[in-house]
């Protein structure tokens, strides 16, 4: 790809008739950026021509700068909890009467107070996030929070797995109401678990060859849209059984049944949830990514949700990019009016 010389008539106060041209190279997506005026005005309308008197196809759509956002949040599966196997001293604030020792963090003496940390990742507020502790209860009961929200209040011994929707803060805390008793192996992912999903803080990790969900509700500021095209990618390590992904609800992906990394371009339905859905599964997934393809058109024979051979486009003022792609080499130039 090489951008080709630009021109400004000056036709048009300000912003002028600016024109950029694109030499495509196969199958390679590139981006044309919608230019400013002097008073910080985007350009309302682009026309699109091909050089070299070609008639080669090719694909364009417009979109803003978020439209190159993962929609995947924390697909690596890092962990957010620091120090859940409380292995050290460390990592934790210690309310009265708990102390860390001997692998968990203690409570002694009916304590109703809390045993915090901030997030070793940033919580978004408004996201739900999966919590999984284990509880050795002798009095009263203990209650988690995520960014504080408080789940659910336990007074038994078990080890528990629930969903809490993140507040304003960036702490992780157990609150304890009456409680004696220790807390253990704490983990907070991203990820709703279905029954045989863990986490290690590096993968999803599917034992005893399940057949339930992995799933994510997508952040908000970035939502799927219904109809729109994503390149996905992920990397799965298999023993046994298959995996699918589905985006919104939409058509599943093909079945993944091997250790590989997959990249497929799948249509999002109306929902916003990423799910996994495993059959017989044993094995793990990372390095989940979602990208939208207008930033990454994978499919130039298709054009995907890219417009085939457009005339042009009215903008809308928010507008960042537009992109660009051809099974051939053409030469598109783009013409911005106010």
Not at 306 to 311: A, E, L, R, T
Request: charged letters at 10%; a negative charge.
């Amino acid at each position: 790809m090489a951008h080709l010389p630009q021109y400004k008539e000056g036709l048009l106060p300000g912003l002028g008739l600016y024109t950029d041209a694109l030499l495509l190279a196969a199958n390679v997506p590139e981006l044309f950026t919608i230019p400013t005026d002097n008073t910080g005005l985007k350009a309302k309308y682009v026309k699109f021509g091909r050089g070299q008197a070609t008639t080669d196809n090719f694909y364009a759509q417009v979109f803003s700068t978020d439209d190159a956002t993962d929609r995947a949040t924390n697909g690596t599966f890092a962990e957010y909890v620091t120090n859940g196997a409380f292995t050290t001293d460390t990592g934790w604030t210690k309310g009265t009467g708990w102390t860390i020792a001997a692998g968990v963090a203690d409570a002694s003496g009916a304590i109703s107070t809390a045993l915090s940390q901030t997030s070793a990742i940033t919580l978004i507020a408004g996201y739900t996030y999966t919590i999984t502790y284990t509880v050795s209860r002798s009095a009263g009961s203990v209650t988690p929070s995520i960014g504080g929200t408080s789940g659910t209040a336990r007074s038994s011994s078990a080890t528990f797995v629930e969903t809490i929707v993140a507040g304003t803060t960036q702490l992780l805390a157990f609150t304890g109401s009456g409680f004696t008793g220790t807390i253990d192996n704490v983990s907070v992912t991203a990820w709703g678990l279905g029954t045989g999903w863990t986490t290690d803080g590096a993968t999803a990790i599917a034992t005893g060859g399940i057949s339930t969900n992995l799933t994510q509700t997508v952040n908000a500021a970035y939502p799927l849209v219904s109809g729109q095209t994503y390149y996905c990618t992920y990397t799965t390590t298999r023993s046994a059984g298959s995996v699918a992904l589905d985006i919104g609800g939409g058509t599943p992906g093909a079945t993944v049944s091997s250790s590989t990394t997959t990249a497929a371009i799948l249509t999002a339905g109306s929902t916003q949830v990423l799910t996994f859905t495993a059959t017989g599964f044993t094995g793990t997934i990372d390095n989940v990514t979602i990208i939208p393809c207008a930033s990454v058109p994978g499919d130039t024979t298709t054009g995907l949700a890219s417009v085939q051979n457009p005339d042009g486009f009215f903008l809308n003022g928010s507008a960042a990019k537009i992109s660009i792609v051809s099974a051939a080499t053409p030469i598109i130039t783009a013409s911005y009016f106010k």
